[in-house]
């Protein structure tokens, strides 16, 4: 297998069916969080067929931002590296974590912090206002990630609020 070179800007596909790709962006890493890679993951599903211009595609809205070791999903076959791009967009976004994670008695968490990328969190306790857009701040798995691109959706249960 021939080693791929991960470096921020790097733009990768994701097959979503037999026709269709969904593209995301390496942009920062975060060292409030296991000094894992962020992502952007672009919102619109591309055919196979098309000839992009990478330039074009990170203007795309985008989806949601999130935590994962990219060099895993490469690894693992869950995408593929296509290219690159200078522009990485604003990376002022909020993450949440509950202090509750992990405790399936838990439904509706009181236990939340929030933190933006290599700030220090904070803990707020009950989630409110801008902070419940906070995208879950915990490490996605690569398969994960693709199951959230194809369904919109988290394959885990997480605590509410």
Sequence with gaps: MKRVYIKKG??????????????????ADD??????????VFKRVYSK????????VVKGEVEFFTH???RNG??????????????IGVC????????????PKIKISEDWYVW???QPSVHIGKLEGEYQKA????????DSIVHRMKTGKHDFVYPSF
């Design 116 to 118: 933006k990328i290599n």
């Design 92 to 103: 002022d976004i909020f993450f949440r974590g509950s202090g509750d994670s992990g405790n």
């Design 31 to 40: 060292l409030e969080q296991l000094n894992s890679a962020i992502i952007r």
């Design 74 to 87: 490469v690894k693992h076959s869950y995408w593929q590296k296509v290219g690159k791009a200078s522009e």
């Design 10 to 27: 790097d733009i990768f596909s994701v097959t979503i069916d037999e026709k269709h790709v969904k593209f995301f962006q390496y942009i």
């Design 49 to 56: 067929a098309d000839v992009l211009d990478l330039n074009d």
């Design 135 to 142: 995208e879950i701040g915990v490490v996605i798995p690569p």
């Design 68 to 70: 994962t070791f990219v």
